[in-house]
């Protein structure tokens, strides 16, 4: 009953709230003159009882569950960042996401990036209608992003950061002579041998993006290639140590929002530096929070305006293995769905925003495309393609491939894409 009563109100509700943003955004693109931007941060903290994939919700602690995020005006489609503390969003849900905050926001979906840092005792909601949380959800962040709107401010300058994190990312790939995955380093590793091999291929930097009025910074996003669990499995949903992480930035800069995105690190993730002890949640936190304080120390801004701001996206089939897809991803594919991929670029820098758990060759080869330019990624973005590694990755087995629903040809479309779409960059 709980789920037919939510579903009765959205569906009532949406066209008021679709109705009430094209209007705002009318009235934005009447009178902007310039770049604006406007930010919102929601809970969504599933409640008591809730089904989480790693355990029921059995009690909340200190930290819960937010939804971050920006919507970016003054442009003739806005632009709409989000960043959710779930262990993921996929298929139908995740375009239900995108469609209802391109309502909100009076744009295309194809605006919409919507991220999920990918913390393991956090919901992860599939069929989103029988899902009376995660329907609700939907409906605030809808309505919240409308609210959002209310309190834009100009963009008069974009700053890019970056800066090393030390002792916190290792690959979880262990090859052996013979070039093939011998052992898997998860992020809790027990094993002190594995602790002890060298941290292997990884993208050591974090990247900050940032978004001024003036001399006011108004939001922080933060970018960083890593699986962000320490330990799971509690009953409690929580941020684990890329919350805390966020929150320490959060004080030390009340004023601006503070989001985090997980970047490509699909193969990547704490283990060397983690045996799974609970106090290395905060330890790991406060590496992560130097790296990010780093990062904004070293910030350079650039005066931006709507000529020098570009956003710009390709939609795309991902090729898929029978054998291993499940019924909704497939169908969705048959069907002739796409998946979009993403770019914001202004000034000297790029940031893409990409499906799945890419791993981290896709964010490194990125980086060598333009080396002369900033880039970051966000991934974790439509969770239903699940693990996408290099082709590389294949013959060398290991979980990610196990696991894999696509196939070798997909980094063909995917790099392929990316750098169509970092050529679309006009420096200016």
């Not at 140590?241 to 601006?256: E, H, K, N, T, W």
């Not at 799974?276 to 650039?302: C, F, P, Q, V, Y």
Request: aromatic share 10%; charged share 20%.
């Amino acid at each position: 009953m709980r789920t037919i009563i939510s579903l009765i109100i959205i569906t009532f509700s949406l066209p008021i709230f679709f109705t009430s943003a094209q209007e705002k955004k009318n009235d934005l693109d009447n009178t902007s003159q310039g770049l604006m931007i406007s930010v919102f941060d929601m809970d969504v903290t599933p409640p008591i009882g809730y089904k989480m994939p790693y355990g029921i919700v059995i009690n909340k602690g200190d930290l819960g569950l937010r939804a971050k995020g920006l919507v970016l005006t003054g442009i003739q489609n806005p632009v709409v960042l989000v960043s959710i503390d779930w262990l993921g969003i996929s298929n139908d849900c995740y375009e239900e996401f995108k469609h209802a905050i391109a309502r909100a926001a009076g744009t295309l979906p194809e605006h919409v990036a919507v991220h999920v840092i990918h913390q393991h005792d956090a919901p992860y909601p599939r069929d989103f209608t029988n899902d009376s949380f995660a329907l609700s959800v939907i409906h605030r962040l809808e309505m919240t992003v409308v609210k959002s709107l209310e309190t834009r401010e100009p963009v008069t300058h974009m700053g890019y950061g970056e800066a090393e994190v030390f002792e916190v990312a290792s690959n979880r790939r262990i090859l052996g002579e013979d070039g093939k995955v011998r052992a898997m380093r998860w992020t809790a590793c027990k094993d002190a041998s594995l602790r002890n091999e060298p941290e292997g291929l990884i993208d050591p930097m974090l990247s900050t993006v940032s978004f001024w009025n003036e001399n006011k910074p108004v939001a922080i996003l933060n970018f960083y290639a890593t699986h962000p669990q320490s330990y799971y499995s509690t009953g409690i949903a929580n941020p684990d140590y890329p919350g805390i992480a966020r929150y320490y930035r959060q004080l030390a800069i009340p004023d601006a929002l503070s989001v985090y995105f997980t970047g490509a690190g699909g193969n990547v993730g704490a283990g060397k530096y983690n045996d799974g002890a609970h106090e290395n949640r905060g330890i790991l936190a406060g590496r992560l929070a130097d790296g990010m304080k780093r990062a904004w120390e070293g910030t350079k801004k650039s005066s931006v305006d709507v000529s020098t701001f570009q956003w710009s996206y390709e939609s795309v089939s991902l090729p898929l293995d029978s054998a291993k897809t499940g019924k909704a991803l497939w169908e969705r594919s048959k069907s002739g769905k796409k998946v979009d991929i993403q770019c914001l670029s202004f000034g000297n820098s790029s940031v893409l925003f990409l499906p799945g758990e890419l791993t981290v060759e896709y964010q490194l080869a990125a980086k060598k495309m333009k080396p002369d330019q900033h880039i970051a990624m966000a991934a974790y973005g439509d969770l239903g393609f699940g693990y996408i590694p290099s082709a590389k990755a294949f013959p060398q087995g290991g979980y990610e491939v196990d696991a894999a629903k696509i196939i070798p040809e997909a980094e063909n479309v995917l790099l392929s894409t990316i750098s169509k779409l970092l050529d679309r960059h006009q420096k200016k």
